[in-house]
């Protein structure tokens, strides 16, 4: 059995103030950040890993879509 994963929870306002401290977060410590709009969990911020491991567990395939310059 694996140690449970940290999970913050916070307003996407919160987190916007201070994006770096999510982005640490997932990618050095694999704590996720769970964003909230009206007490409503609404998107969350994990680190690539986890991402790409959730990916192939589901059997999804990534399409990547070209940015505007």
Same mark, same amino acid.
């Given at each position: 059995?694996? !140690?449970? +994963? +940290? #999970?913050? *929870?916070? +307003? %996407?306002?919160?987190?916007?103030? $201070?994006? !770096? &401290?999510? %982005? #640490? /977060? !997932? /990618?050095?410590? &694999? #704590?996720?950040?769970?964003?909230?709009?009206?007490? +409503? /969990?609404?998107?969350?911020i994990?680190?690539? &890993?986890?991402y790409? /491991? !959730?990916? #192939?567990?589901?059997?999804?395939?990534? %399409?990547?879509?070209? *940015? &505007? $310059?």
């Amino acid at each position: 059995m694996t !140690a449970p +994963k +940290k #999970e913050h *929870q916070e +307003k %996407i306002a919160v987190v916007r103030n $201070s994006l !770096a &401290d999510a %982005i #640490e /977060r !997932a /990618r050095y410590y &694999d #704590e996720t950040t769970v964003m909230t709009s009206r007490g +409503k /969990r609404v998107a969350v911020i994990v680190g690539m &890993d986890f991402y790409e /491991r !959730a990916l #192939e567990a589901l059997g999804e395939e990534r %399409i990547l879509v070209e *940015q &505007d $310059s």
